[in-house]
């Protein structure tokens, strides 16, 4: 058969559905005449009459009964195949591949993407830890993970997290045997816990603000990290000060396992944020991480 017999076939099952050639070639985008037109030229190749038509109303004949129970299962077959694929299309699925610090991942990634996970098992996705500033489209990351202020301007931000602030710890051991810095500039005097930055291969400067007097000190000791959790472990052993996450020491603090330094001094960063290109095109499975990770306006207050 033609392929344009096909579309005759497909006009006569909406003239046998709808029973009414006006009523058809609405829902078929086509005039009255032209699809009365087809239908008689389908009729004149197959050498039977398929509908009985009146001036009020339309009928089946037996061929045309017998023509349309036999096409009407089957099309409906392929159309629900074909929703079928477009469902599937828009289905989440993939891997979704963020770049991100260990800080990030305990406080803004984690807790909100468990969730996701469970409700959408198709979405895979890969989490690299490290507090390197990757650049994500080299390596081809979908996104990446940094405070709001570190963000180039040519990407798109989605804030995740809340405010925090960094704070100096050590353990009560380690303040009963070596005391409190006063101030930042004393830290140099004290033993420390530093963290390096992956990115730039230099260790952090630690940042302290007070009365809009800022301060970058540089401070040394027998470990450095390149995360915060290891930092967390050495301070609570004894081992010096670190400058961490608060929210990561809150609990250690409350219960007297860890003491809080120059507590004054310690600024608040802008939160986290999800940032990638502006020209990125979305799929379903990153929109769905990128809604679950999104930091709700009602968690602010």
């Given at each position: 058969?033609?392929?344009?017999d096909m579309k005759d076939l497909l006009w006569f099952l909406g003239v046998a559905r709808e029973r009414n050639f006006t009523k058809a070639a609405a829902k078929l985008g086509t005039s009255q005449?032209?699809?009365?037109?087809?239908?008689?030229?389908?009729?004149?190749?197959?050498?039977?009459?398929?509908?009985?038509?009146?001036?009020?109303?339309?009928?089946?004949?037996?061929?045309?009964?017998?023509?349309?129970?036999?096409?009407?299962?089957?099309?409906?077959?392929?159309?629900?195949?074909?929703?079928?694929?477009?469902?599937?299309?828009?289905?989440?699925?993939?891997?979704?591949?963020?770049?991100?610090?260990?800080?990030?991942?305990?406080?803004?990634?984690?807790?909100?993407?468990?969730?996701?996970?469970?409700?959408?098992?198709?979405?895979?996705?890969?989490?690299?830890?490290?507090?390197?500033?990757?650049?994500?489209?080299?390596?081809?990351?979908?996104?990446?993970?940094?405070?709001?202020?570190?963000?180039?301007?040519?990407?798109?931000?989605?804030?995740?997290?809340?405010?925090?602030?960094?704070?100096?710890?050590?353990?009560?051991?380690?303040?009963?045997?070596?005391?409190?810095?006063?101030?930042?500039?004393?830290?140099?005097?004290?033993?420390?816990?530093?963290?390096?930055?992956?990115?730039?291969?230099?260790?952090?400067?630690?940042?302290?603000?007070?009365?809009?007097?800022?301060?970058?000190?540089?401070?040394?000791?027998?470990?450095?990290?390149?995360?915060?959790?290891?930092?967390?472990?050495?301070?609570?052993?004894?081992?010096?000060?670190?400058?961490?996450?608060?929210?990561?020491?809150?609990?250690?603090?409350?219960?007297?396992?860890?003491?809080?330094?120059?507590?004054?001094?310690?600024?608040?960063?802008?939160?986290?944020?999800?940032?990638?290109?502006?020209?990125?095109?979305?799929?379903?499975?990153?929109?769905?991480?990128?809604?679950?990770?999104?930091?709700?306006?009602?968690?602010?207050?």
């Amino acid at each position: 058969m033609q392929r344009a017999d096909m579309k005759d076939l497909l006009w006569f099952l909406g003239v046998a559905r709808e029973r009414n050639f006006t009523k058809a070639a609405a829902k078929l985008g086509t005039s009255q005449s032209t699809l009365s037109h087809t239908i008689k030229q389908l009729e004149g190749r197959l050498g039977v009459r398929l509908l009985t038509r009146t001036t009020r109303s339309v009928a089946l004949t037996d061929a045309g009964e017998r023509l349309f129970h036999s096409l009407a299962p089957r099309i409906e077959q392929i159309e629900a195949d074909i929703a079928g694929l477009v469902a599937f299309r828009d289905k989440p699925a993939g891997t979704v591949r963020l770049t991100l610090s260990d800080h990030a991942l305990q406080t803004a990634i984690w807790p909100r993407l468990q969730n996701a996970l469970r409700d959408y098992p198709d979405v895979k996705v890969e989490l690299y830890g490290d507090n390197a500033m990757r650049n994500i489209v080299e390596e081809r990351f979908d996104a990446g993970v940094r405070l709001g202020e570190n963000i180039d301007k040519d990407m798109i931000a989605v804030r995740i997290g809340p405010d925090w602030r960094l704070v100096a710890i050590a353990s009560p051991d380690y303040v009963k045997r070596h005391g409190r810095p006063a101030t930042p500039q004393e830290l140099v005097h004290h033993v420390c816990i530093n963290l390096r930055q992956t990115t730039v291969g230099g260790l952090y400067a630690w940042e302290f603000e007070k009365d809009g007097r800022e301060l970058r000190v540089r401070v040394d000791g027998q470990l450095t990290f390149n995360s915060t959790l290891p930092m967390i472990e050495a301070a609570s052993s004894g081992y010096g000060i670190a400058y961490v996450p608060e929210n990561l020491v809150g609990p250690r603090i409350a219960e007297g396992r860890l003491t809080l330094l120059l507590d004054e001094w310690s600024p608040r960063f802008s939160g986290y944020h999800l940032y990638y290109p502006s020209r990125r095109q979305i799929s379903p499975a990153f929109a769905v991480i990128v809604e679950a990770l999104r930091y709700r306006d009602q968690e602010r207050a």
